[in-house]
Nanobody, 122 residues
Framework: VQLVESGGGSVQTGGSLSLSCQVS????????LGWFRQAPGKGREGVAL???????MYSDSVKGRFTVSRYGTQNAVHLKIENAEPEDTGTYFC??????????????????WGQGTQVTVS
């Protein structure tokens, strides 16, 4: 199983950035896909999740600014960051839960993780 993120980079405060993650190695559609992040010197934080029927969850810190999406039966998930803030800086990880609908930002629930992509807001 591989989760490969792309699209990280640098953006100015107030700007926009899009991230994508392609999941491979599954025989079926992952139930829940999404994103966590980790800021320098801090623990990991759940950001946004989406299940295979389009149900979404967002952390309070990104609600209204981030949009998570996935298309049909693709094992891929995208994150649109808008009105970026310096506090959004960190490494963004793609996550997948093969068997449960999205219901928690507890990172221990997610079986598979990507390597991460860096987002810097200045």
């Amino acid at each position: 199983v591989q989760l490969v993120e792309s699209g990280g980079g640098s953006v100015q405060t107030g700007g926009s950035l899009s991230l994508s993650c392609q999941v491979s190695g599954y025989d079926y559609i992952a139930i829940c896909l999404g994103w966590f992040r980790q800021a320098p010197g801090k623990g990991r934080e759940g950001v946004a999740l989406i299940d295979k029927y389009g149900g979404t969850m967002y952390s309070d810190s990104v609600k209204g600014r981030f949009t998570v999406s996935r298309y049909g039966t693709q094992n891929a998930v995208h994150l649109k960051i808008e009105n970026a803030e310096p506090e959004d800086t960190g490494t963004y990880f793609c996550v997948a839960d093969r068997t449960h609908y999205c219901h928690t930002f507890d990172g221990n629930v997610f079986e598979d993780w990507g390597q991460g992509t860096q987002v810097t807001v200045s």
